[in-house]
């Protein structure tokens, strides 16, 4: 709108798009999607000139240097807003060659963070990050939209088949291999329990009654709700630390009990024995995935204060004033 501000600068991708950039080979695709891509952000860059406020979300060209930020920060003085949920001035890729290190430029991030008008991160680990660059950073949480979106369904009976799950990307399904060995325990001590996976990609694991749902939008909520835990295994380096526990959000907006790695933000979000359980060992997986399959009660319980926190903390209403507050 004139003289207001531009949410997002719109997605880089298209929903198509994205799909067709994340998928493996195709490469024809690929540069496809990402040329339409680029072409939509010049045409964007020559309509900016109506607007006060330019709001990024991580970066506004995912290769290479932050041109179109400079552009909009120093050549057009538009103030930015800058919004990131991940450390993504690093990577979680080991053995990345020096040809993609380049074209991602991953220290563009810094740069854009110093020329920032307001900077927003998902939580304090990114926020002290961006402070080395700027001091007006504020720390706004990854939110949930708890009154359209994520509402519980009606729970199953609690002589139902228990169902374990998790949900995510294919670039953090290898998060799952480290708990594998307690997954196939479980599995073997209680045959009836199903583990669903939802993904936009089958991880294939060698589970016999693992139940695979590709990731789709229509169906995102519906799906989540046939869940009875819900599981957030992470490592604990760099990358992680600076993840916004979305999964683990979702679950609790869900009033499905979160069983996670206490890595970040996931120490904040869950108490340990109240909206979940944290687990640093194969045997605190065993343990405390056993407790909820045998005890419905207590993943009722865990779910509802789950969902209350969600609604009071990390829902879309309850951070409103603080998201509006960066663009005044």
């Known amino acids: 709108m004139q003289n207001g501000f531009l949410p997002d600068v719109r997605p880089f991708f298209t929903e198509k798009a994205y799909f067709a950039f994340c998928q493996s080979g195709n490469l024809l695709s690929k540069i496809h999607a990402i040329t339409l891509s680029y072409v939509r952000r010049v045409i964007l860059l020559l309509q900016s000139s109506s607007y006060d406020l330019i709001f990024i979300h991580r970066e506004a060209t995912p290769l290479g240097p932050p041109i179109l930020e400079y552009v909009f920060a120093k050549i ?4 930015i807003i800058y919004d990131f949920d991940d ?4 990577t979680d890729k080991t053995g990345e060659s020096t040809f993609i290190r380049i074209i991602r430029w991953r220290s563009k991030v810094g740069a854009i963070c110093k ?7 998902g939580n304090a680990y990114l926020g002290e990050y961006a402070r080395k660059f700027n001091s007006n950073v504020s720390i706004i949480p990854t939110t949930i939209d708890t009154l359209l979106v994520h509402l519980p369904p009606k729970r199953k009976s609690i002589t139902g088949k228990i169902t374990i799950g998790w949900t995510g990307s294919h670039s953090t399904l290898k998060y799952l291999q480290n708990i594998l060995p307690a997954l196939q325990s479980i599995e073997k001590k209680y045959p009836e329990i199903d583990f669903l996976i939802i993904a936009d990609e ?3 694991l060698p589970l016999r009654n693992q139940l695979f749902l590709p990731w789709r939008k229509e169906t995102e909520i519906s799906d989540l709700g046939t869940m009875d835990v819900g599981i957030m295994p992470l490592p604990d380096d760099p990358w992680t630390r600076g993840k916004c526990g979305f999964k683990a959000l979702q679950y609790m907006a869900m009033a499905i009990p979160a069983v996670v790695s206490p890595v970040g933000v996931n120490r904040k979000i869950i108490r340990h024995g109240r909206e979940g359980y944290w687990c640093e060992t194969e045997n605190d997986w065993l343990v405390y995935l056993e407790d909820l399959i045998l005890h419905a009660e207590k993943r009722s319980e865990m779910g509802k204060r789950g969902r209350q926190k969600v609604v009071d903390h990390y829902s879309v209403a309850s951070n409103a004033d603080n998201f509006l507050s960066l663009f005044q």
């Open 76 to 79: 057009l003085k538009k103030k």
């Open 87 to 90: 450390a993504i001035w690093l």
């Open 115 to 121: 020329w920032s008008h307001q900077i927003s991160c």
């Open 202 to 204: 089958d991880p294939k």
